[in-house]
């Protein structure tokens, strides 16, 4: 029997609170498949538990690496790691995790026997092609275009050109394990731009850290150099593309929300809400070197704003869009039709079911002000829809989710956190 919908929470008054994020889910799994790869044992600290991190943590298991937690608290656990010699014969759940069925393969590819990838229903329409091509230009067999699929090396890298339009983890994916690739591996993208470009620089540094020489100084081509990946000890940041939802939620109430350990220098892409939120009339502020002030007014101002590089923070800004005085256009995320969901078709439907007024485009959205009534929220299994119905059933009395638990992705705790958040004073 499904779960019943969620009763999202209506404002009483304007929240004050303060907000702990547990673990980055892009630098959590990126972290650990670089340790897998490693010349040595190494430690990852304060890393998401979730549903992405858990499903990353079994395909390196089933892969044959070791990974043992301690210190687990509800901000993360610490993954102590070590690499062992890549085995196949293995089946790998990628879930819904964009991050498991882009980054994993690679690896995979270097195994002494074949692997085999499945995901969620959904997971088998998420764009493939372009990541899996380029894996066999690079000399993996590969029996199919998309999930599901089995991967097979030998896999000596080189040359390869690839359209990555549709998600930056094709890029990321390869750029992540080509150290371990007898030739390394130089990347060229050719078509329309690359998306999320601050994920590929999450990449790139996350890499350099590591020992890796990576040139990325021609735009759309990115070279790694063959050779060992170094093992580190390393702690995850707070995850700020899970931020929103919270920040959303001072700026909606009028409201002060403080996020603690918010990076002074950062490649995540949720360090833009800062400026995109200052546009729809917060004023964010830095309370000590860390923490991350925001303050809302209760009026929130539409957004003209092209969000190719920050494209996972549209169903957040969406849903304030929707509460907002002024007509917004967002820009620049025809990708996100691969997500979890097609998130433009998506956000459409859900906002308009609320008696809303959003018209998706080619490459976005447009959303008019137009008062919103109760009703069901549908979360088509994506953890930032489901977030985007809390963002405006706070405004909105009867908003129901459905299917809240979805928010497991990256942020089990997600319906507590939002309820401390409700009652903090
Ligand atoms: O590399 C990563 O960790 C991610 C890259 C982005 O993917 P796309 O480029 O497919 O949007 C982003 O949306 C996703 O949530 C995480
Ligand atoms: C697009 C997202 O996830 P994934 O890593 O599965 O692509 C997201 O978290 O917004």
Do not use: C
């Amino acid at each position: 029997m499904p779960a019943p919908h969620w009763p999202a929470p209506t404002a009483t008054a304007p929240v004050t609170a303060t907000v702990s994020l547990p673990g980055s889910k892009s630098v959590t799994n990126r972290a650990l498949l670089l340790a897998a790869l490693a010349d040595g044992p190494g430690t990852v600290r304060r890393a998401l538990r979730s549903r992405d991190a858990d499903l990353m943590v079994s395909a390196l298991r089933a892969l044959g690496t070791t990974l043992v937690a301690s210190n687990e608290t509800a901000e993360g656990v610490d993954w102590h790691v070590t690499p062992g010699p890549i085995r196949g014969g293995a089946g790998i759940d990628a879930g819904l995790a964009g991050t498991v069925m882009r980054f994993v393969p690679p690896m995979a590819a270097l195994a002494d026997g074949p692997v085999y990838f499945d995901g969620d229903p959904h997971a088998r329409k998420r764009p493939m092609g372009p990541i899996l091509d380029a894996l066999r230009m690079l000399g993996a067999r590969v029996d199919n275009d998309a999930l599901p699929f089995t991967i097979s090396g030998p896999l000596a890298g080189g040359e390869v050109t690839l359209d990555a339009s549709g998600s930056s983890q094709f890029v990321s994916g390869l750029l992540l394990t080509a150290a371990r690739f007898e030739k390394g591996v130089t990347i060229r993208h050719v078509g329309p731009p690359v998306p999320s470009q601050p994920h590929i620089e999450m990449t790139v540094q996350m890499l350099r850290a590591a020992g890796v020489t990576v040139d990325d100084r021609e735009r759309d081509v990115w070279r790694v150099e063959p050779g060992p990946i170094a093992a580190r000890d390393m702690t995850v940041e707070p995850d700020l593309s899970n931020a929103a939802p919270f920040l959303a939620a001072a700026l909606v109430t009028g409201g002060t929300v403080t996020i603690p350990a918010w990076p002074v220098s950062t490649t995540q892409p949720g360090d833009a809400l800062r400026g995109l939120l200052t546009t729809m009339g917060a004023t964010v502020t830095r309370q000590t070197d860390t923490d991350l002030v925001l303050t809302g007014t209760g009026e929130i101002s539409g957004i003209d704003a092209d969000l190719r590089d920050v494209g996972e923070l549209t169903p957040t800004i969406a849903a304030l869009a929707a509460l907002a005085t002024t007509p917004s256009r967002i820009r620049g995320v025809g990708h996100l039709r691969g997500h979890e969901t097609d998130r433009l078709a998506a956000l459409a439907t859900e906002i308009n079911r609320l008696g809303g007024d959003a018209e998706e485009t080619d490459d976005g959205l447009i959303i008019r002000p137009r008062p919103l009534h109760g009703g069901t929220f549908h979360s088509y299994d994506d953890h930032r829809m489901a977030t985007a119905g809390a963002v405006i059933g706070l405004a909105v009395p009867g908003v129901e989710v459905e299917n809240i638990a979805t928010t497991a992705k990256t942020l089990p705790e997600f319906v507590q956190m939002w309820t401390a958040m409700l009652e903090a004073r």
